[in-house]
């Protein structure tokens, strides 16, 4: 159903917010997102009720075992996250003049859905790297030679400990692209890849996802600014020290399925993200036309029980 809004939904720049690239953010692979109402339910499964194997045995004239199966379930709702960037009217007309071609409308729209993005990158990991939402038998803490900087540790060893202990068995590794660094020039893992003592080189990350029986290694690249507004910038890796190993159902959904977390993703107007175009006429001499970017969400952590975190996996 179409929602009235007070300035209309642009269908190009909605386009433009839709196909921007976000190669090296990797949040829609860390929590997926899944449709649903701005108000939705979502369940949690009593695991034990799918791996407790029941008598099904049956006499000639018995009745089969019953089983039940229950869910906990809770309700939530979507959160809108938006930015507005201005474009003076002065600026289109220039580029005309100076760079056909050149839209600098399109360009607000890019750099506002970069940016709200890059805080959805930070919140997900923000989310998943909270040590305090894993029990004790997931997660674990690296230190000294354990630690996969360190020439003496084994990196496989230590992942495949961990990932014979959940259940199910996980299918992706969610690394920080140094801890991805450290793995692949650890000489445990050359030495598994190059088959030689040699200790040197660089084994392929397709390798490790192949070695550990996984679907994929996800290497979170992205940077952000630290600083506050107005201090000198101070750029980070959102994804820095993450090791995070996730069992991810990407059929699963609010419904049904027992998966490590997804996104709920609210389509509003039929779009995931929608780009809204209104004029200020209090901007500038001419006025300026507003670029409103903006997507509804909410990440959830369903099962922590299906994810293993590696505190400090590199010193």
């Given at each position: 159903?179409?929602?009235?809004?007070?300035?209309?939904?642009?269908?190009?720049?909605?386009?433009?917010?839709?196909?921007?690239?976000?190669?090296?953010?990797?949040?829609?692979?860390?929590?997926?997102?899944?449709?649903?109402?701005?108000?939705?339910?979502?369940?949690?499964?009593?695991?034990?009720?799918?791996?407790?194997?029941?008598?099904?045995?049956?006499?000639?004239?018995?009745?089969?075992?019953?089983?039940?199966?229950?869910?906990?379930?809770?309700?939530?709702?979507?959160?809108?996250?938006?930015?507005?960037?201005?474009?003076?009217?002065?600026?289109?007309?220039?580029?005309?003049?100076?760079?056909?071609?050149?839209?600098?409308?399109?360009?607000?729209?890019?750099?506002?859905?970069?940016?709200?993005?890059?805080?959805?990158e930070v919140r997900v990991?923000?989310?998943?790297?909270?040590?305090?939402?894993?029990?004790?038998?997931?997660?674990?803490?690296?230190?000294?030679?354990?630690?996969?900087?360190?020439?003496?540790?084994?990196?496989?060893?230590?992942?495949?400990?961990?990932?014979?202990?959940?259940?199910?068995?996980?299918?992706?590794?969610?690394?920080?692209?140094?801890?991805?660094?450290?793995?692949?020039?650890?000489?445990?893992v050359l030495q598994a890849?190059?088959?030689?003592?040699?200790?040197?080189?660089?084994?392929?990350?397709?390798?490790?996802?192949?070695?550990?029986?996984?679907?994929?290694?996800?290497?979170?690249?992205?940077?952000?600014?630290?600083?506050?507004?107005?201090?000198?910038?101070?750029?980070?890796?959102?994804?820095?020290?993450?090791?995070?190993?996730?069992?991810?159902?990407?059929?699963?959904?609010?419904?049904?399925?027992?998966?490590?977390?997804?996104?709920?993703?609210?389509?509003?107007?039929?779009?995931?993200?929608?780009?809204?175009?209104?004029?200020?006429?209090?901007?500038?001499?001419?006025?300026?036309?507003?670029?409103?970017?903006?997507?509804?969400?909410?990440?959830i952590v369903v099962a922590?029980?299906?994810?293993?975190?590696?505190?400090?996996?590199?010193?």
């Open positions: 159903m179409a929602i009235a809004t007070p300035f209309p939904i642009n269908p190009v720049y909605t386009a433009i917010t839709l196909r921007y690239p976000n190669t090296n953010l990797v949040a829609d692979q860390v929590l997926p997102r899944v449709r649903t109402p701005a108000t939705f339910k979502w369940r949690a499964y009593n695991k034990a009720e799918v791996y407790t194997v029941p008598n099904t045995l049956v006499g000639r004239q018995s009745k089969p075992n019953e089983v039940m199966f229950s869910s906990t379930e809770a309700s939530d709702s979507v959160v809108s996250y938006g930015l507005d960037a201005p474009v003076p009217r002065t600026d289109p007309a220039m580029a005309a003049e100076n760079n056909p071609g050149y839209d600098p409308l399109a360009r607000a729209t890019e750099g506002a859905t970069q940016l709200v993005l890059l805080d959805r990991a923000s989310s998943v790297l909270n040590a305090s939402i894993y029990a004790g038998a997931n997660k674990t803490t690296l230190s000294g030679t354990a630690q996969w900087s360190d020439a003496a540790s084994d990196p496989i060893r230590a992942i495949k400990v961990a990932m014979s202990g959940l259940f199910p068995m996980p299918n992706q590794l969610v690394l920080g692209a140094d801890v991805a660094t450290q793995l692949q020039i650890n000489p445990a890849y190059t088959k030689s003592t040699a200790g040197k080189g660089v084994a392929p990350l397709s390798f490790l996802a192949d070695i550990l029986g996984l679907k994929r290694v996800v290497i979170g690249e992205a940077f952000a600014n630290t600083a506050k507004e107005g201090q000198t910038a101070t750029y980070a890796r959102t994804w820095a020290g993450a090791a995070l190993l996730q069992y991810i159902n990407e059929l699963a959904d609010n419904n049904d399925g027992l998966t490590y977390g997804y996104t709920a993703n609210w389509y509003a107007n039929g779009q995931p993200r929608v780009a809204m175009q209104y004029f200020d006429p209090k901007r500038g001499i001419l006025g300026s036309d507003v670029i409103r970017v903006g997507e509804f969400l909410k990440e922590p029980e299906c994810g293993y975190l590696f505190i400090t996996p590199i010193a």
